[in-house]
Nanobody
Framework: VQLVESGGGLVQTGGSLRLSCAAS????????MGWYRQAPGKQRELVAG????????SYADSAKGRFTISRDNHQNTMYLQMNNLKPEDTAVYFC????????????????WGQGTQVTVQS
């Protein structure tokens, strides 16, 4: 399984970025996917998850109303549109291939990309 993130960069507060995660070596349309982030000195945290069909999404409170997760199963690619970025969004963003639990929560599996850096300047 290979997951490759791209689209990170340096933006000003209030700016936007669109992250992509290209997947290979996996039946992409059969797996739920998620975006995580890890800031320096902090634990990795779930930002957003999406089911295999792309019909159900979930977001961390910090991402609600600003970030949108989506996927294109024909292109084996997942996206994270991030708007109104804040300095506290600065982190390395990782994509993950996982599953959706019985309660609808996203559960990661041990399939991770290498990460892409997002830096938001105030």
């Amino acid at each position: 399984v290979q997951l490759v993130e791209s689209g990170g960069g340096l933006v000003q507060t209030g700016g936007s970025l669109r992250l992509s995660c290209a997947a290979s070596g996996i039946t992409f349309s059969s797996v739920a996917m998620g975006w995580y982030r890890q800031a320096p000195g902090k634990q990795r945290e779930l930002v957003a998850g999406i089911n295999s069909e792309g019909t159900s999404t979930s977001y961390a409170d910090s991402a609600k109303g600003r970030f949108t997760i989506s996927r294109d199963n024909h292109q084996n690619t997942m996206y994270l549109q991030m708007n109104n970025l804040k300095p506290e969004d600065t982190a390395v963003y990782f994509c993950n291939a996982g599953r959706v639990g019985i309660s609808g929560d996203y559960q990661p599996r041990n399939f991770w990309g290498q990460g892409t850096q997002v830096t938001v300047q105030s």
